[in-house]
Structures are given as structure tokens and as C-alpha cells.
């Protein structure tokens, strides 16, 4: 058995505990310091293609419903609002009870552990749900988004990229196919003449391909320092990480391609949105997403603090490497490469807001239409944006709360003029 597959079965489909996961996973330890061999780095591509490739989680039937809302997270900064809610009793506030998020450490055990209902909320990244609902005919529900932005593209100090040509012939690493950090990326490559492939990592390249797989947010880092891959698109923390222990360095924001973008989504099973027996308790849930957003964004440092290793333990990092992915966004320091090009649009390292605008999925489900991934996506052809759009996302419990709290408005990603409730996409490459 792999070392990698060791750590997801430890406690069953992944399910990590944060303390145990900071004392006993190597790959953790090895992203805060220590190095990782090759072989490791084979079984962790190894595991993580694997995992990419499920033709589908193990589906079981819905339990007796359960008004103790139970949240699994991967360890980034999209998971925050999610994570505030709880530690800051916004639920309670709500009259909701909820017990400790559950750690995991990556997207195939996420799916399966939401999928056999050991959770009622999750973040998710944003294509997940429609490869889960129209490819595997599982009952998910998209009811906001986490946050915008907060994800960026990292390369080696050494790896002699500093143009997008210069990805010719690389190693790529993103989190999931079923990403916008694939999306993002390969639009990327493909408009500057590079061309996405999925190849092993041993064959030959052409100058002009770069080759993509797919690795756990937690094992990029590492696999970066001992120059395994030569960059990698993924969720912060693990950018800042990147650049502060791993040796890499910021090649572009993806909010500075892709203006205000979702990344991860908060989702719902199908019956928790419907019933109208848990309709007040949806409808809590959201009100408390909502007020932690807002928290968060007025609240940035302290809120890093918290989530960091040296406050509650959510992510075991510490606060250096929080604050900087919550905060740092500095064009004039971002210049060599210019990580931030579109200085005119305002945004920031990450923002929090939770409309899920009906343009944004639009964009999202064309791109993900032209974009390579593993397996058979033969599901997407006679599927339109118009049918994602109103099948897909409930937005009766985001926009109560939206109403109920103006100061949503406010964040960047929102425009600031006219309706804030529906906006033009912008996607410069």
C-alpha cells in the first residue's frame, strides 16, 4: 500500500483529524519543511489520478434527517466562511447546532464522504456538482458561492518559466480536473500557443505541450521544492505556501485572469433545499454563511490568526502563511513576472461574497466544455448553461440572506453599479 493510500484510509475515505493529521502526515510535515522523494512523489500522482478517475462516488440513500449541520473541508482559504460560521457561533446564533469541521485532504474523499451523507454542508469546487449531478445523477444542490478569487498559478524560482511559452515541455499540477484551476490554466496555455496534455511523467514532450496531473492541494508544495513538478494551480493557502517554504514564485493570480471568479461553491443535498420542513434551518444556515463572509472581510488578520496552526487549528499552517494568502496583494511586489496585470479591476488576494451569478456558471460550464480532462465528459454535450443554471443552483436562501445583510455589496467582486445581482464576466488572459 502506497503511502498515500495509507493516509486516505487512515480514518476511512480520508477523513482526517486536524491534530492527527499536523503530528503523523509525512506529506504535511514535508510541506512545512522536510523534502520528499521520488518515489513518494510517484505513489502521491499515482493516487491522485486515481482518484480523479472514480467513475463515481458510492452513492447511499439519504439518512433520517439530521438538523446538526456536519461540515468537511479541505485545509484552503475557500473553506473559510464555512469554518467562521462555526468557530464564531453564527450557526448558534441561527439556533443551529453544529459539531467540528472534519479535516480532509483531498477533493475524491470530499466527494465520497458528502456523497454517503457524513456531511450536510460542504465547499466544493464549482464544476464538481455538475459532474456529480448530470454524470453520476446525484442529488446536489449549489445554494451559494464560499468566496471569489484566492487561487494562483506557482512556478519554481528555477524552472526557467517566466513567460506562459515557457510552459512548453513542463509539469503541471492542478487539484482536480473538475476545477477551475484547470479551466483557468488551460485557457492559459492554449491562448499563448501551449498545449495541455495527460501524459505519464516519464514520456516525452513537445516544446509546445505541457503536461497535466493532478495532485492533493497538500502535496504541492513539496513536490514544487524537491522540483518533481514545475508549477501548479491551486487554492490559497497553498500559493503563499508555495512561495514562502517551497521555493516558488507567484507566475499570476487567477482573479487577475478571470475577474472575481467562483472557486468553491457552498452545496446542499438535493432534500435539505426542498423540504419544506427544513427550509428555516437552510434558510439559518445561509444567514450564518453570510454574516461570516462579512466577518471575515472586515476582519482579516484576526480571522488568519484563528485559522492558522497558532490559533484554532483549522489549517496546519501558520499565520504567517494565512495572512499573507488573506491578504497580501501587492502589484508593485508582484512584478517579475507581473502576477497582477489588471491592477484596474480592483480585487483582491481573495474576496467573500456568496451571489452565485448566473453569468459566472454560464462561462464556467462553456469552459469547462473545451477543457481536457480524464474519463468520459460525453455527459456535457447535450447539456446546456440555460439547464445548469436553473436545475443546478437554489438561490431562494442565499438571496433572503444577501437582503437581509447589504453589506455583501461591498466586496470587490460585486459590481458597484447598477443590479448587484447580476454582472458581466470578464476573462482576459
Same mark, same amino acid.
Request: hydrophobic share 40%; glycine share 6%; proline share 7%.
Given at each position: ?32 519543511? !522536510?523534502?520528499? #522523494? ?19 462516488? #458510492? ?20 473553506? +473559510? ?69 484566492? #487561487? ?53 514532450? +513537445? ?11 497538500? !502535496?504541492?508544495?513539496? +513536490?514544487?521544492?524537491?522540483? !518533481? ?10 500559493? +503563499? ?171 470587490? !467582486? ?16
Amino acid at each position: 500500500m502506497s503511502d498515500m493510500k495509507k493516509i486516505y484510509t487512515q480514518h476511512g475515505d480520508g477523513i482526517q483529524d486536524p491534530k492527527l493529521v499536523l503530528d503523523t502526515d509525512p506529506l504535511f510535515k514535508g510541506v512545512l519543511g !522536510s523534502s520528499i #522523494s521520488r518515489r513518494t512523489f510517484l505513489n502521491m500522482t499515482a493516487a491522485g489520478a486515481l482518484g480523479s478517475m472514480l467513475p463515481g462516488p #458510492s452513492f447511499a440513500k439519504e439518512k433520517k434527517f439530521d438538523p446538526v449541520v456536519r461540515m468537511g473541508y479541505i485545509p484552503i482559504t475557500d473553506a +473559510a466562511a464555512l469554518l467562521v460560521a462555526h468557530e464564531k457561533g453564527f450557526l448558534k446564533n441561527q439556533g443551529i447546532d453544529s459539531v467540528p469541521p472534519t479535516l480532509i485532504r483531498g477533493w475524491s474523499p470530499l466527494v465520497e464522504a458528502f456523497a454517503s451523507h457524513r456531511f450536510n454542508l460542504t465547499h466544493m469546487l464549482a464544476p464538481i456538482p455538475i459532474w456529480m449531478r448530470y454524470n453520476n445523477n446525484f442529488p446536489i444542490k449549489v445554494t451559494a458561492w464560499d468566496h471569489t478569487n484566492g #487561487s494562483a498559478i506557482v512556478v519554481g524560482k528555477n524552472s526557467g518559466i517566466k513567460t506562459v511559452k515557457d510552459f512548453g515541455g513542463k509539469q503541471f499540477a492542478i487539484p482536480y480536473w473538475y476545477s477551475n484551476h484547470n479551466i483557468i490554466s488551460q485557457k492559459m496555455m492554449k491562448a499563448h500557443g501551449i498545449k495541455p496534455v495527460i501524459r505519464p511523467q516519464d514520456a516525452d514532450l +513537445a516544446p509546445d505541450e505541457c503536461n497535466y496531473i493532478v495532485l492533493p492541494p497538500p !502535496s504541492m508544495p513539496p +513536490a514544487l521544492a524537491a522540483k !518533481s513538478i514545475d508549477g501548479y494551480c491551486v487554492a490559497e493557502p497553498f500559493c +503563499a505556501l508555495g512561495e514562502i517554504k517551497a521555493g516558488g514564485k507567484l507566475f499570476r493570480f487567477t482573479g487577475d485572469m478571470w475577474k472575481g471568479h467562483p472557486c468553491c461553491v457552498v452545496v446542499m443535498h438535493e432534500q435539505d433545499t426542498m423540504d419544506p420542513d427544513r427550509a428555516a434551518w437552510a434558510q439559518g444556515v445561509h444567514n450564518a454563511i453570510i454574516e461570516a463572509q462579512i466577518y471575515i472581510s472586515e476582519n482579516r488578520e484576526s480571522v488568519s490568526h484563528l485559522l492558522s496552526r497558532d490559533g484554532k487549528k483549522y489549517y496546519p499552517f501558520p499565520k504567517e502563511v494565512v495572512k499573507r494568502a488573506m491578504m497580501f496583494y501587492d502589484p508593485a511586489y508582484y512584478k517579475n513576472p507581473h502576477a497582477i496585470q489588471h491592477t484596474e479591476w480592483g480585487q483582491d488576494r481573495i474576496n467573500f461574497q456568496a451571489w452565485p451569478y448566473e453569468s459566472a456558471t454560464e462561462l464556467n460550464f462553456n469552459e469547462l466544455k473545451e477543457t481536457l480532462v480524464t474519463g468520459d465528459a460525453a455527459f456535457l454535450k447535450d447539456l446546456t448553461a440555460e439547464h445548469v443554471n436553473k436545475d443546478l443552483v437554489n438561490y431562494d436562501f442565499v438571496k433572503k440572506s444577501l437582503e437581509a445583510n447589504p453589506k455583501w455589496k461591498n466586496d470587490s !467582486s460585486v459590481p458597484q453599479s447598477g443590479d448587484p445581482y447580476t454582472r458581466e464576466e470578464v476573462f482576459e488572459v
